[in-house]
């Protein structure tokens, strides 16, 4: 009996720290970075521009096509073999890791400029265009316009953010405002108006419930109930054009924002308040992009020079790598099954 | 009289010289129209063959070294039949480094389509492999789309039936063929029906003109073959309206910095020598006209085109409709809208929209352009402007981040854009009204603008420029009296001179610049021919005796009756009136005028000199020629 109940207790002592605390997802860091200073259309490309994966010796690793004009991308979340870039084109999409590609639109959608997949349903890609808003739901073989409830005119879409909480759920950063549809596309409403383009949207890791916007000139947002409703952040900077903002998957209290003219603000209250944090980089505040990557390493692509990275959020700054770089996205991904 | 023989030989010498110059750097031909249709064409041919004989020979490089060929070198050889082997060398080489856009595109399907039968298959090869491994950027403006879909089209039919996996777009020839064919059916019934984006350009009449020729030769498919030939057509009766002995004056909704000065140093003077043989080409027959030239024999320019370009012994006054480049953000039309005047006589010609922004960096609204016996190294045009400088209007057509782009501009061929002395660009802040050859453009521009004042140009070329005390400022460009009337105290700066939108540095060359720093400000220019007057005096008395009265608060203003006679009322903001009636834009028609008429929507432009007239028409995709 009394094995049976030292058994039991050492039984329910390894499990319990499974059963009260889930693993934290391993993640996997991803930036699409051009490095194509001078470059005009039609010239050739010197320079390795696209997608870097950072490999656990902190090395950035080239993946799939050397594309200067590369501006988001995104993959599937069952396989990381299914990538999709949009660039001048529109969106390409590879499904082989990265050696052959599909051009996935025609000469009605040009310029992507945001891609995003439903981890709900993972078939299902969204692309944000300079005029509205793509739909797919056979991993973009074929494009569809869902843009019923976006205005006619007003629909510059910069950013797109699935909600991961539920299939079909999006939000859209327009020249107008944030728009939300909970029917993967067919109807959007507007959740919150903007006097300037809603740059980015991010979901926090730690809470769906809790999101961030920034726009080009109209400040930051915050949402708590699912980006049903907004309200501004006043203490974040607000004068100049926010790039992007990002949570650090390793502390709810962290999140960064990038910004050109402001450079690099942080919080570590939840966005309450903001601090600056371009001591130790560059003159000029022209950072592109902020990302956190799964260790809460802080980096920030300052234009043109290279790419920066704090190991204490932001109180100290390091060069990284990728010198003369823009980095145009930041991804942290949960691992994928392959 | 007895000609002495022993001058025979040399004066053979000087003639053989003469011949082989290159135009370029020839006399200026002349401009009196060959009505010999044999004769025009046999000097036509001539022409061509100058340009493929320069080509093959090294072109600039003046080399026979088969190293340092390029793609235009080789089709003109290969079109000579000259050294084929070696060209297929060098293609296989050239390959080895594809470039990445519509620019790299074209010249590729050129060698691809002449060297069918000619290079070798290795080299053929290549250029297929090429279009298979490198991704090719389609742009992001008119002719980028129409230089990559014509290049790509062309090569889904030349190599049909091939999977998607040999593609660089991962289509296989039958989706890029549908795909490209949708694209050119398109543009080409959007610029019958509401006009052209990229209107009247100094620079990329190229891009447009080389890949039609290739379409109309090219293409498998009868009807693409007639639609692009249909649209050289239109295209080069459009460059006929608008030049003058050649030299295409503005509006433009593209040119660059050198162009909008220096009014011949453009491509389209290139095609007007070559087509119309009415003024010199420009250096190295502007680049891209090396890829016209090889199937150049195969147009035949219309007559009443000819006619059009070459006789300006008549006034006319053409009053067209084109559109503004696609607007992404901030505005309330994606592409609304231009209203173009042109109104052209023996010695100048006047031209303009009716102002806001029509393309970001490179527009250029209005000009008063003289005739120049050799256009050559002469600023021979008059015009303001407000040196707009802005993120938020790049952001409206480029879909970028706006902080760089201002910067980024300078150093991708329009190194003026935020400059405050530059002299190209349209801005939301002025509207113009033309009436014949006057123009009033008015400015109000908002406060806080980053360069709060306008530029007038005041070219080395004028000549008794002459600062009145009436507030005109008179002045005599070739045969052409001209009249400036600033609405707001100025100053001068020198003008220094672009020699290109490539152009790394500036040049003092003469010339000046009006500027004038007022937000709400206003000019005035009357021209008229010299011949209108019995003498310069004559023609100051009668520009201070006109009816003129204007004001610049709260609005600028102004009330004239113009040199013709007519009442002229505009008040920024709102619409000219003409003689108490308020000019109707929405009324105008496509193209109206005594040389080209189509209808809004009406995929049908009847091209028209004296007895002569042409029909277009894209709804039958026919072409009817009559003698009136």
């Not at chain 1, 993972?122 to 494009?143: E, K, M, N, T």
């Not at chain 1, 944090?277 to 560059?282: I, M, S, Y």
């Not at chain 2, 000819?306 to 067209?320: E, K, L, P, S, V």
């Not at chain 2, 610049?552 to 003689?579: C, H, Y």
């Amino acid at each position: 009996m009394k094995i049976r109940y030292y058994l039991f207790l050492g039984a329910l002592s390894c499990a319990l720290p499974v059963l009260s605390a889930p693993p934290a997802p391993e993640y996997e860091f991803f930036i699409a970075a051009n490095i194509n200073r001078n470059y005009v259309i039609g010239s050739k490309i010197v320079t390795t521009n696209g997608i870097f994966r950072r490999d656990v010796a902190g090395a950035w690793q080239h993946v799939g096509y050397n594309d200067t004009g590369i501006s988001a991308f995104a993959f599937d979340p069952r396989d990381r073999g299914v990538i999709y870039t949009t660039t001048t084109n529109g969106l390409w999409r590879s499904l082989d890791g990265g050696k052959l590609w599909r051009i996935c639109n025609d000469s009605e959608m040009t310029e992507g400029l945001d891609v995003a997949v439903d981890p709900n349903a993972p078939d299902h890609v969204y692309l944000a265009l300079p005029d509205g808003i793509a739909f797919s739901s056979d991993r973009a073989q074929h494009l569809e316009r869902r843009e019923h409830g976006l205005p006619a005119r007003g629909k510059f879409t910069r950013a797109l953010a699935i909600d991961r909480t539920r299939a079909g759920r999006v939000l859209a950063g327009c020249e107008i405002g944030i728009y939300l549809t909970e029917d993967a596309g067919k109807n959007w409403r507007q959740v919150l108006p903007t006097k300037d383009t809603v740059a980015d949207i991010q979901q926090s890791p730690h809470d769906p419930r809790i999101w961030f916007a920034v726009t080009q000139s109209a400040g930051a947002w915050r949402s708590a109930d699912g980006g049903l409703t907004w309200i501004h952040v006043p203490a974040a900077p607000g004068d100049r054009p926010l790039h992007n903002v990002t949570f650090d998957v390793t502390n709810p209290n962290r999140l960064a924002i990038g910004s050109w003219g402001r450079g690099v603000w942080t919080s570590e209250d939840g966005g309450r308040t903001w601090t600056d944090r371009n001591a130790g980089l560059p003159a000029g505040a022209r950072v592109w992009r902020v990302g956190v990557d799964p260790a809460g390493r802080l980096f920030a692509s300052v234009v043109e020079e290279t790419l920066f990275q704090s190991a204490d959020f932001g109180r100290a700054w390091r060069p990284d790598a990728l010198a003369g770089s823009a980095v145009k996205k930041f991804l942290l991904l949960p691992k994928a099954p392959k | 009289m007895k000609r002495p023989l022993y001058l025979l030989p040399l004066l053979a010498l000087v003639g053989l010289r003469l011949a082989a110059q290159p135009s370029f750097e020839g006399p200026v031909p002349s401009t009196v129209p060959e009505i010999d249709e044999d004769r025009r064409r046999a000097a036509y041919v001539r022409r061509v063959d100058e340009i493929l004989g320069w080509a093959a020979a090294g072109g600039k490089a003046t080399t026979d070294d088969p190293a340092k060929l390029d793609l235009a070198m080789i089709a003109a050889k290969i079109v000579r039949g000259e050294d084929l082997p070696g060209c297929s060398q060098r293609v296989i080489e050239l390959m080895r480094e594809p470039g990445t856009g519509p620019f790299w595109m074209f010249p590729t399907v050129c060698i691809a389509y002449l060297g069918r039968d000619r290079l070798s298959p290795e080299a053929l090869a290549s250029i297929r492999t090429a279009w298979k491994t490198t991704r090719q950027q389609r742009g992001d403006t008119e002719n980028h789309f129409v230089m990559y879909y014509a290049s790509l089209y062309l090569m889904a039919e030349l190599y049909p039936d091939e999977s998607a996996e040999t593609w660089y777009s991962g289509r296989s020839s039958a989706e890029n063929f549908a795909e490209a064919s949708a694209f050119l059916i398109k543009w080409i019934d959007t610029n019958t029906t509401v006009g052209q984006g990229e209107f009247n350009t100094s620079n990329y009449i190229g891009e447009y003109a080389i890949p039609l020729s290739f379409l109309a030769n090219w293409s498998k498919d009868p009807a693409m073959r007639q639609r692009a030939s249909m649209m050289l057509d239109w295209l080069f009766a459009e460059l006929a309206t608008s030049s003058l002995n050649g030299v295409l004056r503005g509006p433009h909704s593209r040119t660059d910095e050198g162009a909008v000065i220096e009014r011949w140093q453009a491509m389209t003077s290139f095609f007007s020598w070559l087509l119309f043989g009415n003024t010199p080409p420009t250096a190295g027959y502007s680049g891209w006209g090396l890829y016209f030239a090889p199937l150049a024999k195969s147009y035949h320019l219309p007559e009443v085109t000819y006619r059009i370009a070459t006789d300006r012994r008549g006034d006319f006054i053409q009053r067209d409709r084109a559109r503004v480049r696609r607007l992404w953000r901030y505005s309330d039309e994606l592409s609304p809208p231009v209203y173009k005047t042109n109104y052209l006589r023996h010695d100048y010609g006047v031209g303009s929209t009716t102002g806001g922004l029509i393309d970001p960096i490179q527009s250029h609204v209005w000009d008063v352009t003289w005739a120049e016996s050799d256009p050559r190294g002469k600023h021979p045009t008059m015009f303001s402007l407000h040196p707009h400088s802005s993120s938020r209007a790049m952001q409206s057509s480029f879909t970028a981040y706006p902080e760089p782009m201002i910067k980024g501009v300078t150093f991708e061929g329009k190194p003026s854009y935020d400059s405050p002395d530059k002299l190209m660009g349209s801005s939301p802040f002025e509207q113009v009204f033309q009436d014949l050859d006057t123009v009033i453009a008015l400015y109000a521009i908002a406060p806080g603008e980053r360069f709060p004042h306008i530029n007038g140009f005041f070219s080395k070329d004028l000549i008794n420029v002459t600062e009145d005390d009436s507030g005109w400022i008179f002045a005599q460009g070739g045969r052409a009296y001209l009249a400036y009337r600033p609405l707001a105290s100025y100053h001068w700066i020198p003008y220094l001179h672009y020699k290109s939108g490539w152009a790394k540095q500036r040049l003092n060359l003469g010339g000046r610049v009006l500027t004038s720093p007022h937000l709400n400000n206003g000019t005035i220019v009357q021209a008229a021919g010299v011949g209108e007057f019995t003498d310069f005096a004559a023609f100051q008395r009668a520009i201070r005796a006109l009816p003129l009265a204007f004001k610049l608060d709260p609005l600028p203003a102004v009330e004239m009756t113009t040199l013709r006679g007519n009442k002229i009322s505009f008040t920024f903001g709102t619409v000219p009136q003409v003689n108490g009636r308020a000019v109707d834009y929405r009324a105008w028609k496509l193209f109206e005028g005594p040389h080209l008429n189509a209808e809004v929507g009406g995929r049908k432009l009847t091209i028209t000199h004296g007895r002569l007239e042409r029909v277009l028409d894209f709804n039958t995709l026919s072409v009817t020629n009559r003698v009136k």
